[in-house]
């Protein structure tokens, strides 16, 4: 079986650009979380979808914002780019809502490089 | 807020001798801890977690993890590492925010093996 799945695996934007990241749940999970890898520093939690509908969110500007499709699928949006959100990407799944009891799979991550 | 301090930014350590790697934590209540690991170009894998009871738990890949309540500590072990163990190893603590259970990470131990 796939694993999750992110597009793409690497990404340069300029500041104040808008970009658009990808994830692809594995299959019969319900449940997408985002989370932000700045390097030399552990993942920061940025978002939580279930069944559509937000779960979870950080302490992330609004310039960031996502959404889960009906197919479980699920878009990160980053608008005003800026140098610091530099970083990877990295989406995870799960069957249920993200609970300490439920595992969540990562995907290999996005590179997003800001110039 | 819980934190989590992982002492080792680096640590090289000979294929086949043993490992130990820290985890200190900071938080009000009995802690939800999580060992993961990253290869490069790798998402995150969880190792193992505890919640509660014996203090020793077992994990994949030949890891176990010891809680230590009275230091407020997770050690993840390994009585003899491959080549293949070379990754970073994330610790991260759970807790419950709003309602919503999340997980913050340490900042990382990156592992050399030497042969």
């Known amino acids: 079986d796939a694993g999750v799945t992110q597009s793409p695996t690497h990404l340069i934007k300029t500041r104040g650009q808008q970009v658009t990241l990808r994830c692809s749940p594995i299959?019969?999970?319900?449940?997408v979380s985002w989370y932000q890898q700045v390097l030399g520093q552990g993942p920061q939690f940025i978002f939580q979808?279930?069944?559509?509908?937000?779960?979870g969110r950080g302490n992330f500007p609004d310039r960031f914002s996502a959404r889960q499709f009906p197919n479980y699928s699920s878009e990160l949006n980053v608008n005003a780019l800026l140098l610091g959100d530099s970083a990877l990407y990295l989406c995870?799944?799960?069957?249920?809502?993200?609970?300490?009891?439920?595992?969540?799979?990562f995907g290999p991550g996005t590179r997003l490089l800001v110039l | 807020a819980q934190s989590v301090t992982q002492p080792d930014i680096h640590i090289t350590v000979s294929e086949g001798a043993s490992l130990e790697l820290r985890c200190n934590y900071s938080?009000?209540?009995?802690?939800?801890l999580f060992w993961y690991v990253q290869s490069p170009g790798q998402g995150l894998q969880l190792l193992l977690k505890?919640?509660?009871?014996?203090?020793l738990v077992q994990g994949i890949k030949g890891f176990e993890a010891e809680f230590k309540r009275s230091q407020s500590s997770f050690y993840l072990r390994k009585p003899s590492v491959h080549w293949s163990d070379a990754a970073e190893y994330f610790c991260a603590v759970g807790a419950r925010m709003g309602g919503n259970e999340k997980l913050t990470f340490g900042t990382g131990t990156r592992l050399t093996i030497i042969p």
């Open positions: 995870a799944s799960s069957l249920a809502v993200a609970g300490f009891q439920e595992t969540q799979y």
């Open positions: 938080y009000g209540a009995t802690p939800y």
């Open positions: 979808y279930y069944e559509k509908e937000e779960r």
């Open positions: 299959s019969g999970h319900k449940s």
């Open positions: 505890y919640f509660s009871g014996d203090t």
